[in-house]
């Protein structure tokens, strides 16, 4: 991949998490404000356009031929070899209720999950950093991330919750510690770190945008991402995929947790 196209995604993270802070501090009864609907089909609050309208800015004014795909404006194509894949705050409704777990995301690709090559994960509210490159590893804060081989003694699972009631939810809730933090691109990212032992979502909920640069990161730190059945992570890059998902260390959990919500559902 050109360099180029490395440091044109990392300006437009850099410029986007400063508009974002900037905006929340100066314009704080303005941040949840609905302004409209997003090419994903759900409502665009005032933070997200105007966190993505600077990366919009940004991608235009440079001379490196790229096509985004982002939630509010849909695909842009500007003729690239390259897809930008974007998420300007991931977490919206925690930046606007004060809740400090919120990030931009970006990832690089052209057609497929699998073949997505670099991505940014950047935490807004305390500025921690996930970069991960293809075939080179996952960082955080620059450092290298590489999941534990031996998993915790005691279980942390985390769940996007749906309006659905799914029994693993109940299963898992007995037995072990569960959390929902709100942000799909950190808790994955926090897969791959050993803070989090999977992050499961039942429904076919997420998007590509969500889930683009912490796919890879996971994987690149040698973790494994599944849809709920259990079948390793596909999808199109495009606003119309859908995925259920559990993002995991190893294939050990990711084989118990199906087993588990099958037995489940059979009884």
């Given at each position: ?11 437009i993270v ?5 508009k974002?802070?900037?905006?929340i501090?100066?314009?704080p009864?303005?941040i ?12 665009t609050?005032?933070?997200d356009k105007i966190?993505?309208d600077v ?6 004014k440079?001379d490196?031929?790229?096509n985004l ?6 695909l842009?194509?500007?003729?690239g070899?390259?897809?930008f ?9 925690n930046?606007?209720r004060?809740?400090p777990?919120?990030?931009?995301s970006?990832?690089?690709?052209k057609?497929k999950?699998?073949?997505?090559e670099?991505g940014?994960v950047?935490?807004?509210?305390n500025?921690?950093?996930f970069?991960?490159e ?7 804060n620059?450092?290298?991330v590489?999941i ?7 279980p942390?699972?985390?769940f996007t919750?749906?309006?659905r009631?799914d029994s693993?939810?109940?299963e898992?809730s ?5 959390r929902s933090?709100?942000?799909a691109?950190?808790?994955?990212c ?8 999977a ?5 076919e909920y ?9 796919t ?5 730190a ?12 596909q999808m199109?890059?495009?606003l119309?995929a859908?995925t259920?998902m559990?993002?995991a260390g ?7 947790l ?10």
């Amino acid at each position: 991949m050109d360099e180029e196209l490395k440091i044109l995604a990392q300006d437009i993270v850099k410029k986007t998490e400063r508009k974002v802070r900037y905006t929340i501090k100066h314009e704080p009864f303005k941040i949840g404000k609905t302004i409209g609907l997003g090419a994903d089909g759900t409502p665009t609050k005032y933070i997200d356009k105007i966190a993505e309208d600077v990366a919009i800015k940004t991608l235009k004014k440079s001379d490196v031929a790229v096509n985004l795909l982002s939630e509010e404006a849909g695909l842009i194509d500007q003729g690239g070899d390259y897809l930008f894949i974007l998420d300007p705050v991931d977490g919206t409704r925690n930046a606007t209720r004060g809740i400090p777990y919120f990030s931009v995301s970006l990832a690089i690709g052209k057609k497929k999950v699998s073949d997505i090559e670099f991505g940014i994960v950047k935490n807004i509210a305390n500025k921690d950093e996930f970069i991960v490159e293809h075939k080179l590893g996952s960082f955080f804060n620059k450092n290298p991330v590489v999941i534990p081989d031996v998993p915790a003694n005691e279980p942390l699972f985390d769940f996007t919750f749906s309006k659905r009631y799914d029994s693993l939810i109940e299963e898992l809730s007995s037995h072990h510690a569960i959390r929902s933090f709100g942000c799909a691109s950190l808790e994955m990212c926090m897969v791959a770190t050993g803070s989090l032992d999977a992050y499961i979502v039942c429904d076919e909920y997420m998007r590509i945008t969500d889930i683009a640069a912490s796919t890879l990161f996971v994987k690149e730190a040698g973790g494994i991402v599944a849809d709920i059945n259990g079948k390793k992570l596909q999808m199109d890059l495009d606003l119309d995929a859908r995925t259920s998902m559990i993002a995991a260390g190893n294939e050990k959990i990711i084989r118990s947790l199906v087993n588990l919500r099958k037995k489940q559902v059979m009884d």
